[in-house]
């Protein structure tokens, strides 16, 4: 299995514990909120933070695994129309994942690199309580886990052709 492949199915194993740690940190915000009536600033932008994360690089851990869902009423006991099926879902993905590579490139580009006359680096913010930079890091996430999944795209596509008769 490709590097790729196996980083990408370590990633989605490890971004999968981000919902444990999510439950984890909604069950202090209720302690605090009703048990104590300290409710905190931070719970729910570090759950978005870690949904954002675990999903994101979730299409790559599907593709590497090769568990995304397919609908094969049509294609079943077809092979030419089975490859046809799979290469055309090859090109839709690679068409719709560089442009998305390019999108969340040019919004992580915004969001990130942003300074102030004086230097200061001041990335995108939330504008909560809070204020922690999840947009920015989102946006970066998402385009590392659209150049990842591309990745992982291709080179299922290129071990499917080189293994085909």
Same mark, same amino acid.
Request: with cysteine; hydrophobic share 55%.
């Given at each position: *299995? +490709?590097?790729?492949?196996?980083?990408?199915?370590?990633? /989605?194993?490890?971004?999968?514990? %981000?919902? $444990?740690? #999510? #439950?984890?940190?909604?069950?202090?915000?209720?302690?605090?909120?009703? $048990?104590?009536g !300290?409710?905190?600033?931070? !719970?729910?932008?570090? %759950?978005v *933070?870690? &949904?954002?994360? =675990?999903?994101?690089? $979730?299409?790559?851990?599907? *593709?590497?695994?090769?568990?995304?869902?397919? #609908?094969?009423? *049509?294609?079943?006991?077809? +092979?030419?129309?089975?490859?046809?099926?799979?290469?055309?879902?090859?090109? =839709?993905? @690679?068409?719709?994942?560089?442009?998305? &590579?390019?999108?969340?490139?040019?919004? =992580?580009?915004?969001? @990130?690199?942003?300074?102030?006359?004086? $230097?200061?680096?001041?990335?995108?913010?939330?504008?909560?309580?809070?204020? !922690? +930079?999840?947009? !920015?890091?989102?946006?970066?996430?998402?385009?590392?886990?659209?150049?990842?999944?591309?990745?992982?795209l #291709? /080179?299922?596509a @290129?071990?499917?052709?080189a293994?085909? +008769?």
């Amino acid at each position: *299995m +490709p590097f790729l492949s196996q980083f990408a199915l370590w990633l /989605g194993r490890t971004a999968a514990w %981000c919902f $444990g740690a #999510i #439950i984890l940190v909604m069950v202090y915000e209720v302690v605090a909120r009703y $048990g104590f009536g !300290a409710p905190t600033a931070w !719970a729910h932008e570090v %759950c978005v *933070m870690l &949904a954002g994360f =675990a999903f994101i690089f $979730g299409g790559a851990f599907c *593709m590497a695994e090769g568990t995304h869902m397919r #609908i094969s009423v *049509m294609v079943e006991n077809r +092979p030419r129309l089975e490859r046809l099926s799979h290469w055309l879902s090859v090109a =839709a993905g @690679i068409t719709y994942l560089s442009g998305l &590579a390019y999108a969340s490139w040019r919004m =992580a580009d915004r969001a @990130i690199l942003r300074f102030a006359l004086d $230097g200061t680096w001041t990335p995108e913010r939330t504008g909560s309580s809070f204020n !922690a +930079p999840v947009p !920015a890091f989102l946006k970066g996430m998402l385009f590392l886990g659209a150049v990842l999944f591309l990745a992982v795209l #291709i /080179g299922e596509a @290129i071990r499917r052709r080189a293994s085909q +008769p």
